[in-house]
């Protein structure tokens, strides 16, 4: 029988490419041995095995449906959201979490220099009690960004910045200008117009953050008092759910010159450009009334975002640290996941040992991340990400190019045993750098996994692992493993 010519022993990985995987882990151990159970059990009773694979296939096919219906159904329609107003117990939560997240990167990474991420989180009580206030003005190109801040320059107790010009083809640029926006205790954007589409989304980024705007319209001058009556009223349409009208304001921080003709004595004409006065409408009431009633608000703010942030950076650091450990661990499980499918000939029985292998991976990667799921969840994550990968396409994709890469070389096309290993090899890795992706955005999973978050995973690292060279070296490792025997090489 073949499955006696493909042993699998207990131990690691050995030299010459021979696989051996240590199993100490019940489901494990349970599912590959069921597996092989079954496939013994075949002999005796193919008819019922038959129905058996049916089941299977028609319980992930119905489930899958039945994924997919609910999808549709209870997907919600995105929408602008005002955010609550912040107080000071869900600043000093985000400083919690930040300094725990320090504090775990000091845990399992002792070598890790840590002293820069602790001065910055020492630093955060005090940013509550400035008494300056930093103002950033910000928007696309020429929309009047210097005038404006050499008009306001003079006001007590701000500092004002300007950032780089939105919306230019330089991403470091732009992400300058976002970064140095949402460091800002108040935010004064900028437009000449109605709201392009980029404008709209990089508002609703700052809103999102707890950012307070003044959105600004500037060389109002420039449109006759009909136009300007109609995008004024379509700006405030536009922005109501996110910006309170009263921080809508329109200016002409530079108008355009009017041109003056005089008469002279004797019959002649003298014309000239006259300078007209900046307007600034109601703003600097406005500005006056935001920086005196509503300045804690605007500092609970900025110390919530720079903790934030510095979390975030944190976990970066954090998230690198444990993806060096888990990428051995998805390695192991790949390799095994082959190696059951390789010598196990019933392709339906192929599921209950790539089920357990995936559920135990599934665990051992959540304790990484310390999320700690329990087996049961682990099994139910498993069977979400199978459902997923057939749902999404990726099972039949990944078969159908790893299948024609194989067919180069008939000496490595066995009865599609081969095809069978190192498909699933190939989908074990795709679960667990989906995972290690989706853990790294989740705080816990104590709720059941995000169905919309892991499939947008499974995607994005399905689409980043289908290179053609990626896929030719990825075989020839595998086939190292599955018949370490033979010398093959898969044809570029």
Not at 327 to 347: C, D, H, R
Not at 370 to 392: R, W
């Amino acid at each position: 029988m073949r499955p006696s010519r493909h042993s699998i022993e207990l131990g690691n990985v050995g030299e010459k490419g021979k696989m051996t995987v240590k199993l100490r882990k019940p489901i494990l151990l349970g599912g590959i041995s069921l597996s092989f159970g079954l496939w013994l059990w075949q002999n005796f009773g193919q008819s019922i095995l038959e129905v058996g694979e049916l089941s299977v296939v028609g319980a992930i096919a119905l489930g899958t449906g039945w994924w997919y219906v609910q999808q549709k159904l209870s997907k919600p329609q995105l929408s602008p959201t005002v955010l609550l107003p912040l107080n000071q117990e869900k600043v000093a939560k985000a400083i919690a979490l930040a300094q725990n997240t320090i504090t775990s990167l000091e845990i399992e990474a002792p070598a890790q220099d840590c002293c820069g991420l602790k001065q910055q989180l020492a630093a955060l009580p005090a940013l509550c009690k400035r008494q300056t206030l930093q103002i950033a003005v910000t928007g696309g190109k020429k929309v009047g960004k210097t005038t404006l801040i050499q008009l306001l320059e003079n006001a007590a107790n701000i500092c004002l910045v300007e950032t780089p010009a939105l919306f230019t083809a330089t991403d470091t640029q732009e992400k300058t200008a976002l970064k140095l926006a949402t460091a800002a205790d108040l935010v004064l954007f900028m437009v000449t117009g109605d709201l392009t589409e980029s404008e709209w989304q990089v508002l609703q980024q700052l809103v999102a953050e707890h950012q307070q705007i003044i959105l600004i319209l500037n060389k109002q001058d420039q449109y006759v008092p009909e136009e300007r009556a109609v995008i004024w009223q379509q700006l405030k349409s536009r922005v109501k759910e996110i910006i309170p009208a009263a921080n809508i304001v329109a200016i002409a921080a530079a108008p355009t010159g009017v041109k003056v003709r005089q008469h002279q004595i004797d019959g002649a004409t003298k014309e000239w450009m006259e300078k007209q006065g900046s307007e600034l409408g109601n703003l600097g009431d406005r500005l006056s009334e935001i920086l005196t009633k509503e300045k804690e608000q605007l500092l609970l703010g900025t110390t919530w975002r720079t903790a934030i942030k510095l979390e975030q950076e944190a976990k970066n650091i954090l998230n690198a640290v444990r993806k060096v450990r888990a990428l051995p661990m998805i390695e192991k499980y790949q390799w095994l996941a082959a190696i059951s499918t390789f010598a196990n000939p019933v392709a339906a029985l192929d599921l209950l040992a790539t089920a357990a292998i995936n559920t135990q991976m599934l665990v051992d990667l959540s304790g990484i991340y310390q999320q700690k799921l329990s087996l049961s969840q682990g099994q139910t994550g498993s069977v979400t990400i199978a459902k997923l990968m057939v749902q999404l396409g990726l099972v039949e994709l990944s078969t159908q190019t790893i299948g024609s890469i194989l067919k180069t070389n008939a000496i490595t096309y066995v009865a599609g045993a081969t095809v069978q290993g190192v498909s699933a090899a190939y989908l074990t890795r795709i679960a667990g750098l989906s995972l290690i992706e989706y853990f790294q955005e989740q705080e816990t999973c104590t709720e059941g996994f995000n169905l919309e978050k892991l499939g947008a995973k499974l995607q994005k690292v399905f689409q980043e692992n289908q290179r053609t060279a990626f896929l030719q070296g990825f075989i020839q490792q595998a086939l190292t493993k599955l018949t370490p025997n033979k010398n093959i090489m898969v044809d570029g």
